[in-house]
């Protein structure tokens, strides 16, 4: 019989889980979650997404992130198979890490979206040496909301939740802390714990069913490109070997991956001529063009903000 499908939204934020299988410890050193974070920093500024509120524990982790608008099984499935591939290589070895698939639940309020970063901040509690005291966690979002550490990753979005309590940041914060230690031994923390893992443990997943995130179509998106660049492009997206247009095919072939939500493989299809791994190359490519040439950042930002 075949799973349900895994409930999404194009609008949606949600809480995600990721766990190890049985045995095997996800994290074996510091060294691994900052890995891990460093991989988190980098999917997210890829894929223009934000996140909330995280914790890594031993075998698993949990995220409060909003995709704003990018598939939220695209977006886990790449983080999580590049943790698996650096890992498998540090201790040599092979095979699944993670447990099946990673749980989601979609958050819908503000009382839910307080509640679960509370539990998220709160799961430091079960680590011996920060029990009593889960701000000073450093693989965690909690001390960088009560201002106890500094975000040098770059990756929370802390005013999302602050601007909750006060738009005065110091008070925010202390009001912000107060709730979290409130929340500790409740009876909601159990709720949002039992249901994480009851979505867990059914293993719901999405069908192959193919979709296109962000609404917009290839050629709707390379005339957006073109009118922003002030060039005529749909040819130029098939010029394989010409070196003008290396730049123009990367920049393409990441909003196309980043904005449109669309596989490799289908990347590849519509620009035919060219392999997975290409495509997979060209994109990267792509997303470094962003931080060197301000042609195409400001092009892209444009993008964003039209999206």
Not at 31 to 54: M, N, P, Q, V
Not at 80 to 96: E, K, L, P, S
Request: charged share 25%; hydrophobic share 30%.
């Amino acid at each position: 019989m075949p799973r349900a499908a895994r409930k999404k939204s194009d609008a949606s934020m949600y809480h995600v889980m990721s766990r190890s299988i049985s045995e095997v410890e996800l994290f074996r050193c510091d060294e691994d979650k900052g890995y891990y974070l460093a991989l988190l920093k980098r999917y997210i500024d890829r894929y223009c997404c934000k996140i909330y509120a995280y914790c890594l524990m031993g075998n698993h982790v949990h995220l409060y992130m909003n995709p704003c608008g990018f598939d939220i099984s695209s977006f886990m499935l790449g983080l999580n198979t590049a943790y698996v591939t650096y890992y498998n290589r540090r201790y040599n070895r092979h095979g699944h890490l993670f447990q099946g698939r990673f749980a989601s639940k979609i958050v819908d309020n503000d009382t839910y979206s307080l509640t679960l970063s509370a539990y998220i901040h709160n799961n430091a509690k079960d680590l011996p040496e920060y029990s009593g005291r889960e701000e000073f966690y450093p693989y965690s979002s909690y001390g960088i909301y009560t201002g106890k550490m500094k975000d040098i990753e770059g990756i929370v979005d802390t005013e999302f939740l602050l601007q909750l309590f006060s738009r005065d940041k110091k008070e925010a914060r202390r009001k912000y802390w107060y709730f979290t230690e409130s929340m500790r031994e409740t009876g909601i923390m159990r709720e949002v714990d039992e249901g994480i893992m009851k979505e867990y443990t059914e293993n719901c997943y999405e069908s192959g069913k193919k979709r296109i995130i962000r609404h917009k179509s290839p050629e709707k998106l390379i005339e957006n490109v073109g009118e922003l660049l002030g060039e005529a492009l749909p040819q130029r997206l098939r010029t394989k070997f010409s070196r003008d247009t290396v730049d123009v095919r990367a920049f393409i072939t990441y909003i196309m991956r980043a904005l449109c939500g669309y596989t490799y493989g289908s990347i590849c299809r519509y620009v035919g001529n060219m392999s997975v791994s290409g495509i997979s190359r060209l994109s990267n490519e792509g997303f470094r063009l962003l931080g060197r040439d301000t042609r195409y950042c400001n092009a892209f930002n444009s993008l964003i903000n039209t999206n």
